[in-house]
């Protein structure tokens, strides 16, 4: 069956240093796949979306990368600030046609110590 | 900016009770979606909704469920009777067609927390 994993782990990293978090899929192959942020009691908030034919992405401090050999994307934060605090979504697109369903991971906490 | 809303932001029900939450996605949005959070749990999809009519549906959204468009704003989820294990964080989202058509990014609401007692 088809699987979406997260590391379920907090991930404490001190300011300024580069956050990574992983995501891993089993039996699919995606067309593209998003990161979203979700803080405690808020709706997720989209952040980057990578396609299968692009290896890496940026958006100012937020770097992705989609290795769809390993079935892997790797999420980068760098210089991270306490802000930055927050559980990280991984999602991928499922379903028939091009209904924009998406499957989430089940998340990975990030805390930054200043 | 624009930003998806929901009503109410916390609903309390008795189990067997109809309820319903309401969501506004944003304006020139064409595809729109509920999910939902159960807590500690991931986020789930329901159902997605394009063109006045429902294009997929999880196992979840049983008969007990139905979503509805009924004026040019508003996106509402019904439950027809409720059950302690509905209890759970329901979000709205919405998303505009993408490059070549399709669903890219969605842009999720706040939420609301509905508690089955």
């Known amino acids: 069956s088809q699987k979406i994993e997260q590391n379920s782990e907090a991930l404490n990293i001190q300011e300024g240093k580069t956050a990574t978090l992983t995501c891993n899929y089993t039996?699919?192959?995606?067309?593209?796949l998003q990161w979203y942020r979700q803080d405690p009691g808020r709706g997720p908030v989209f952040l980057l979306l990578i396609r299968e034919n692009e290896k890496e992405k940026r958006k100012e401090r937020l770097k992705v990368t989609f290795d769809t050999t390993l079935k892997q994307s790797l999420f980068h934060i760098t210089a991270s600030q306490p802000a930055d605090s927050a559980t990280y979504l991984c999602a991928l697109p499922r379903g028939s046609g091009n209904t924009g369903k998406l499957i989430f991971g089940q998340g990975t906490t990030l805390q930054v110590k200043p | 900016e624009p930003e998806v809303t929901q009503t109410p932001s916390h609903q309390v029900t008795q189990m067997g009770q109809e309820v319903i939450l309401r969501c506004v996605p944003i304006?020139?949005?064409?595809?729109f979606y509920w999910y939902r959070q159960i807590l500690g749990q991931k986020v789930e999809f329901l159902v997605s909704?394009?063109?006045?009519?429902?294009?997929?549906k999880s196992e979840i959204f049983d008969d007990q469920f139905s979503v509805e468009r009924p004026d040019g704003s508003n996106f509402t989820l019904k439950i027809r009777s409720t059950k302690l294990e509905d209890s759970a964080m329901y979000f709205c989202?919405?998303?505009?067609?993408?490059?070549?058509?399709?669903?890219?990014?969605?842009?999720f609401g706040p939420g609301t927390r509905l508690t089955v007692t």
């Open positions: 039996n699919y192959s995606p067309a593209y």
């Open positions: 909704f394009y063109n006045n009519e429902i294009s997929e």
């Open positions: 989202a919405s998303s505009f067609p993408g490059q070549g058509g399709g669903s890219y990014e969605q842009y």
């Open positions: 304006s020139n949005h064409l595809y």
